[in-house]
């Protein structure tokens, strides 16, 4: 288990009250509004394959970390782009693992490996290189047993709701499964379109990007009977699945954009756009200003049918262009950006961010907009909740700095509570518990200066844990 006071101030006094407040939280049930576990795994039930394939292999965080120090992805049977993958046994994966676990030292991988496999696998031996077979040798006995299957953990791990997220074109199956297996409130999906709206989704760009994105166009034509070659089809196709979605117990949207403009146009012009896109002619600019008019096109989407809208923007996706070329995507090649929210926005905020019928929840990858841009807008908008650190800030002392940076100006009621964001369906208690204590710890703080009293602050608490993502995300009372 954890040290009590892990993550708690060292200043004794702050150290005692954030244990009391830790104490209010510890044990509320997890919301998981946004995620990317496969939910086959939950549908099917499957045991976990062995522990190098549960913890390394599918975890980009671990990966590219260990390929900055040299270590080639195919030590890491990290699959390649055409599907193969090269053989090196899960074992010998573990190993080379192991033997670099040096390198994590102070990273929030390692805090959460280190959290995971004590607290869900009982492991307490430090892993080391000597020790990897004795700690590969504990979880894959573990994984044997039936508790450890992925059903039995997620009640375990007191989940009350955890959201997937799929494509327009993802014919829901596994969801439909997990509905008639009784468990369709509490595993849902996301609704995520980047690869119909996005003209260089892939990395792909210029003509090959725009040919590929026709023919996903075409497809989203072919699932719901809608003439998807004239934007006006287009726009009913899209509406018709995020019908589908809301029907099968989805509760929000997910924009994975480049940037976090926006664009209001007359109709004439988004249909060109949209016409040059699907003739091959769209340039790099068309590209943007699409994801742009999109954006404010989903937002209409979300007053009318209520779906959340969330969005995550900034990342340079494939920057390292042979580890895209070699592996594909989400294998940690990926590098933030420069966000611009207040202009970029703008536009979008204009049409809707006074309509109480929307709710967006933003996200960033540049922290120097917490309090300069960020903070503002959650705090001049009804319509604007700030999502948690994410991605490259989803670490204590980034958490740390979010409240710090944001909580004078947006308070926390602006802010949409922890969000995991992850693939490591195992990890998700310990990231939960960390942001718990790092939050107890902030408020420890405000109630040692007399800024607010303990209740206050159990309160609060109690609410950016668990009561304010059930409001937010729309998963109260299913």
């Not at 990966?63 to 074992?91: F, I, K, W």
């Not at 007399?450 to 729309?474: G, N, V, W």
Request: aromatic residues 10%.
């Amino acid at each position: 288990m954890p040290h009590p006071d892990l993550l708690f101030p060292a200043d004794p006094r702050q150290r005692e009250i954030a244990r009391e407040l830790y104490a209010h939280v510890r044990d509320l049930p997890l919301i998981s509004p946004h995620g990317h576990i496969d939910p086959r795994l939950l549908a099917d039930d499957e045991p976990f394959p062995d522990p190098a394939r549960l913890f390394v292999v599918p975890d980009h965080y671990l990966t590219r970390m260990l390929y900055s120090q040299g270590v080639h992805p195919d030590a890491l049977g990290v699959p390649r782009r055409d599907g193969s993958a090269a053989a090196v046994e899960p074992r010998e994966i573990w190993r080379t693992f192991a033997a670099h676990w040096h390198l994590f030292r102070g990273t929030p991988s390692k805090l959460w490996l280190e959290q995971t496999l004590d607290g869900v696998f009982g492991v307490t031996t430090p892993l080391t290189e000597n020790t990897a077979d004795e700690v590969y040798d504990a979880v894959a006995a573990c994984l044997a047993r039936p508790e450890f299957r992925p059903r039995a953990l997620f009640e375990r791990f007191n989940i009350e709701v955890l959201a997937t997220t799929e494509s327009p074109l993802d014919p829901l199956t596994q969801h439909a499964k997990l509905a008639a297996d009784g468990w369709g409130d509490r595993v849902v999906s996301t609704f995520r379109p980047d690869d119909v709206v996005d003209m260089e989704f892939g990395g792909l760009t210029g003509a090959t990007g725009t040919r590929a994105w026709r023919e996903r166009v075409v497809r989203l034509g072919e699932i719901t009977g809608e003439d998807t070659l004239t934007f006006t089809g287009y726009l009913a196709a899209l509406r018709q699945r995020r019908a589908a979605f809301l029907a099968m117990g989805t509760t929000s949207s997910d924009h994975g954009h480049p940037t976090a403009r926006t664009l209001v146009l007359p109709e004439r012009d988004k249909q060109e756009l949209f016409e040059r896109g699907l003739r091959d002619e769209a340039t790099a600019e068309d590209a943007e200003a699409f994801r742009a008019v999109m954006l404010v096109e989903f937002a209409r989407m979300s007053v009318d049918d209520g779906m959340v809208m969330q969005l995550h923007p900034g990342s340079v996706r494939n920057h390292n262009t042979w580890l895209y070329g070699a592996y594909g995507t989400d294998v940690g090649g990926d590098i933030p950006q420069a966000t611009d929210y207040v202009h970029g926005l703008a536009p979008l905020l204009r049409e809707f961010g006074n309509d109480p019928r929307l709710r967006l929840v933003l996200y960033t990858l540049d922290e120097t907009t917490f309090t300069r841009e960020l903070a503002p807008l959650a705090g001049g908008y009804a319509a604007l909740y700030l999502g948690a650190p994410w991605w490259f800030l989803d670490s204590p002392e980034a958490m740390r700095r979010f409240r710090e940076a944001v909580t004078e100006t947006a308070g926390f009621a602006n802010t949409a509570g922890f969000v995991d964001d992850t693939r490591a369906f195992c990890s998700i208690p310990v990231r939960h518990d960390i942001a718990r204590r790092v939050d107890a710890g902030f408020l420890a703080r405000l109630v040692a200066e007399h800024r607010l009293s303990l209740d206050e602050a159990a309160e609060t608490a109690a609410d950016i844990a668990y009561h304010q993502p059930r409001r937010i995300f729309k998963v109260a009372n299913r």
